[in-house]
């Protein structure tokens, strides 16, 4: 097995929203803030290359919205999903699975394009199984007005369409074992309904995929949660449930929107779970 960190593209968001009601001057030790109250999001998603697989978690916010758009986000950097996989020699015709953590737009944008004369949408990854689970698909396709601004048709409805769409089995607990695609999964429901946690084994490690339910370093204590999570207090439960098994089984934990800290390990304190070591994807992916 190999993994590639694919960068499809560096953003920014209100820190504010981004720390719910964890006051600046705390939240911001972690995660500078510029003049506009803005801070540093990457969209780092993950390529797997197993036997004839190449599976692809998450994709970013892809390129298709308008400038207007994309203006509420201040893009920097020259990172693309494309570009990205061709520095790994890769092309989107080679993805045979999309795993998608969440169908947020920041997610799962990525996955769809304009077709050549732009009167409609079609599936980036042709050859590819798009996956997701059955309550969330629902949650996102019949959106709560708290959220139907992040879940956009044009993001999913294509490769629904396109008949590409696969759904992982939904478990009995919050964890599925030894899943389709080969890794374990974790559910948790704060930030949205049955957000997906891939656990990958490679080379005796646990690489844990960390999405929107630990999206920076700086959401390590339990009580920094995302406003944009629409239920806070399980989030609560389930971050400090999952960091006390990162910190007893010593997970490695990608972190997708950590725009400077790529991969983490944690450790018990007296303070709760903390930091323990930082990472860079070549440390550990070689």
């Given at each position: 097995m190999n993994l590639y960190p694919i960068n499809s593209g560096n953003f920014k968001l209100d820190g504010g929203a981004m720390f719910g009601v964890v006051p600046k001057s705390l939240w911001q030790r972690t995660n500078p803030a510029d003049a506009?109250?803005?801070?540093d999001i990457a969209a780092r998603c993950l390529l797997i290359e197993d036997g004839n697989r190449l599976i692809l978690i998450d994709t970013g916010m892809g390129n298709k919205q308008s400038d207007k758009f994309f203006g509420?986000?201040?893009?920097?950097?020259d990172d693309t999903l494309e570009k990205s996989l061709k520095t790994h020699g890769f092309h989107p015709d080679d993805i045979t699975d999309v795993f998608l953590t969440h169908?947020?737009?920041?997610?799962s944008g990525g996955c769809v394009q304009w077709n050549k004369d732009r009167t409609g949408y079609e599936p980036v990854f042709k050859n590819a199984h798009y996956w997701s689970n059955e309550d969330h698909w629902q949650w996102a396709t019949q959106p709560n007005n708290r959220e139907k601004a992040s879940f956009l048709k044009e993001n999913i409805l294509p490769f629904e369409e396109s008949g590409q769409l696969k759904f992982t089995q939904l478990p009995e607990t919050n964890l599925l074992k030894n899943s389709t695609l080969g890794f374990d999964i974790f559910f948790a429901d704060g930030h949205t309904d049955k957000q997906m946690i891939p656990l990958i084994n490679y080379n005796g490690k646990t690489i844990a995929f960390m999405a929107d339910l630990l999206p920076t370093v700086g959401h390590l204590p339990i009580p920094f949660v995302m406003g944009y999570d629409t239920r806070p207090l399980l989030t609560l439960d389930e971050k400090e449930h999952f960091l006390n098994l990162a910190a007893d089984?010593?997970?490695y934990l990608f972190l997708e929107h950590d725009a400077h800290n790529e991969i983490i390990t944690v450790k018990h304190t007296e303070k709760g779970v903390r930091l323990n070591n930082t990472f860079s994807t070549q440390d550990i992916f070689k």
């Open positions: 506009n109250n803005m801070i509420y986000y201040h893009l920097w950097g169908l947020h737009f920041d997610h089984n010593n997970y």
